[in-house]
Each structure stands twice: as structure tokens, then as C-alpha cells.
């Protein structure tokens, strides 16, 4: 079975400063993918970047990008300049390509504070 | 703007009273899902559906049902309510392209008394 693994729980971070969130899964396949969300406080969950297992580039969304390390199972997020609107739980996401199964495997979630 | 929306953001219920939550997107996915989510264990998925009156069991879908009888509507059930139901319930939809994003409703916060 996939799992996915958040290990902090809570992170905090200055404003205008740059902070990474950890995530790591355990899988068989080969192919996948992966995803972070974001649930502010009190407000729908939005995705928030994604990346294809067979893409070695790592994606990039303004100031959100990931490094993904296939090797080692590992997706952290980095947020650059980060500001107050970015303070939410954080969810690490997992998906297996193909077929009719597009259940997403979720981790338990970062809770990002943004001090100014 | 894609728009999944919930019947309810609060609820409060009884313990043994039968509980609908519904569901609604306006983007024609075929797909869409029920969450559940509690601190500390993140989302976990109930049900979901591919189709019109289709679905598959999640990881927990133990106390529920649903249902789908139009593709815009997914609603879920809990036959009689528990005291462990109590939670936030996030619905999602999706197109079911490979490469598709679910879209989350604002979800409905239910305590079962």
C-alpha cells in the first residue's frame, strides 16, 4: 500500500523568507503522481503545484517549486519570499497513473505559520 | 471558476439519526470523492465515484453509503450516525483525465451529539 509521510507536523517561517516543507512516500510503482495542496484557514483546499514521476525537472509555480528525488522517494515544497497569505495546513499528496483508481493518498499535514 | 459546493458547513445531529451530506460541482467531472479529515490523520477517502450511479469504496468506508444518481450531485449517507463520525467531511471532484486535479468543496463540519 502507498503511504505518505509528513514528518513535521507544524513549521513557522518570517515573512519574505524561504522555508521547505518535508514529504516523503513509499510506493511499487513506477509511474505516478505527486501533488501539494493547500487549506488555509477556515477556506477551501487548492492545489498547489504537481509533478509527473517521469518528469526529472522539477516543477515550479511562481514562487512555489519542488525537489523531487525519485530515488529516494522524496517531494519537498520550498516557498520563496514567503508571505502572510501563505500560512495553511500543507498536504502532501500521492497518485498512481492509469486505470480508474484516482484515489489521491494524502499525508496528515503541515501547519505553515507566517510571521511578519 | 470551477465551484464544488456542500449542502451544509455546519450540522449537528443525534447519535442513530441517518445523515445526508450533498455535494454539487458544475464543471461536468465524472468523478468525484468524499474525504474525511481529522487532525493528525490528514484526508482519508470514504468513497468515489467515476459515474453516474458508480461507485468504489475508499479506505474507510465503513458506517457510510452513497450516492450518484446525476452526475452533478454525489451525496453521502450515514445510516446511523456515530459519535466516531464526528468530523469534517471535504467533498472533491475531478475530470478523469490522467493528469486531473480534484477541486475541493468548503467542506461540512459534523458533530454527532
Known amino acids: 500500500a502507498q503511504t505518505v509521510t509528513q514528518s513535521q507536523p507544524e513549521m513557522s517561517v518570517q515573512e519574505a523568507e524561504t522555508v521547505t516543507l518535508s514529504c516523503t512516500y513509499d510506493?511499487?510503482?513506477?509511474?505516478?503522481?505527486l501533488f501539494w495542496y493547500k487549506q488555509p484557514p477556515s477556506r477551501q483546499m487548492i492545489l498547489v503545484i504537481r509533478q509527473e514521476a517521469y518528469k526529472q525537472q522539477n516543477a515550479t509555480e511562481n514562487r512555489f517549486s519542488v525537489n523531487f528525488q525519485k530515488a529516494a522517494k522524496s517531494f519537498s515544497l520550498k516557498i520563496s519570499d514567503s508571505q502572510l497569505g501563505d500560512a495553511a495546513m500543507y498536504f502532501c499528496?500521492?497518485?498512481?497513473?492509469?486505470?480508474?483508481?484516482?484515489?489521491?493518498?494524502f499525508g496528515k499535514g503541515t501547519l505553515l505559520t507566517v510571521n511578519p | 471558476d470551477v465551484k464544488v459546493t456542500q449542502s451544509s458547513r455546519y450540522l449537528v445531529k443525534r447519535t442513530g439519526e441517518k445523515v445526508f451530506l450533498e455535494c454539487v460541482q458544475d464543471?461536468?467531472?465524472?468523478?468525484m470523492f468524499w474525504y474525511r479529515q481529522d487532525p493528525g490523520l490528514g484526508l482519508r477517502l470514504i468513497y468515489f465515484s467515476y459515474d453516474v450511479k458508480m461507485k468504489e469504496k475508499g479506505d474507510i468506508p465503513e458506517g457510510y453509503s452513497v450516492s450518484r444518481e446525476k452526475k452533478e450531485r454525489f451525496s453521502l449517507i450515514l445510516e446511523s450516525a456515530s459519535t466516531n463520525q464526528t468530523s469534517m467531511y471535504l467533498c472533491a471532484s475531478s475530470f478523469r483525465g490522467r493528469w486531473s486535479e480534484q477541486f475541493f468543496g468548503p467542506g461540512t463540519r459534523l458533530t454527532v451529539l
Open positions: 510506493t511499487s510503482e513506477s509511474d505516478y503522481y
Open positions: 464543471m461536468d467531472h465524472e468523478n
Open positions: 499528496a500521492y497518485r498512481i497513473l492509469g486505470g480508474s483508481n484516482y484515489k489521491l493518498t
